[in-house]
């Protein structure tokens, strides 16, 4: 039976692999029956940015996210990130600490990175 | 009740979480439940710590990421045949069949 799974990831992409490789893990839950959605959280809001030259591992990043777009992934991002500074063609929505924790509290699997 | 126990592990051996793991590991498999343990990114270099690469003569189904030894370059030439490398279409199906799926990432 599919689960609800939230990949949350908080770190940032400019010190660490890790969001991207949180990235690469999504898109493969995203890519059998589950509901995923990924958590932007923080720095890590730069991974839908339009400049990602100082990400670690951009290239694999920029290899992914065409496929993130898609599939058509939900992103949701904390209410006081820049829309302005995030790729329109994600279907991203914009939430407080309060949805995001009542999101977050309502999935199967959740995953933080 | 016998029960699957999830485990999902994306921390090197010097994280605390590692030890961690294998301690729910080794306690699921003492109390009888069957273990699925993946190892993802930086987990993978856990594959030639002994007590992980003992575990599945314990008794769990144990898997590492091949792409995630690649990129941390873990060398597969020499591990436990019983552990399977895999792809994420494995981890989908123990997100799928475990309960509970604990993740240390």
Redesign the interface.
């Known amino acids: 039976m599919a689960k609800k799974v939230a990949v949350v990831i908080q770190e940032d992409p400019r010190k660490t692999h890790r969001p991207v490789e949180a990235l690469r893990i999504a898109l493969g839950l995203s890519a059998g029956s589950h509901q995923t959605t990924v958590v932007l959280l923080g720095e890590a809001a730069r991974l839908l940015s339009e400049d990602t030259d100082d990400i670690i591992d951009s290239d694999i990043l920029e290899q992914y996210l065409p496929s993130l777009n898609q599939l058509a992934v939900p992103f949701v991002l904390h209410s006081s990130t820049s829309a302005s500074s995030i790729r329109k063609e994600f279907t991203a929505r914009y939430d407080t600490d309060e949805k995001i924790r009542a999101l977050l509290s309502s999935m199967d699997r959740t995953l933080i990175f | 009740m016998k029960r699957k126990v999830g485990i999902?592990l994306?921390l090197p051996p010097s994280h605390a979480s590692a030890s961690t793991a294998l301690g729910l590991a080794q306690a699921a498999l003492d109390a009888r439940h069957e273990v699925y343990l993946y190892l993802?990114?930086e987990g993978v270099k856990n594959l030639h710590n002994p007590p992980y690469a003992a575990l599945p003569e314990a008794g769990a189904k144990v898997f590492a990421c091949a792409?995630g030894c690649h990129q941390h370059h873990v060398s597969t030439q020499h591990i436990n045949p019983h552990i399977s490398l895999c792809?994420?279409?494995v981890?989908?199906g123990i997100?799928?069949a475990c309960e509970p799926?604990l993740?240390f990432?």
């Open positions: 999902l994306a993802i990114d792409y792809g994420l279409v981890l989908s997100l799928d799926f993740s990432t």
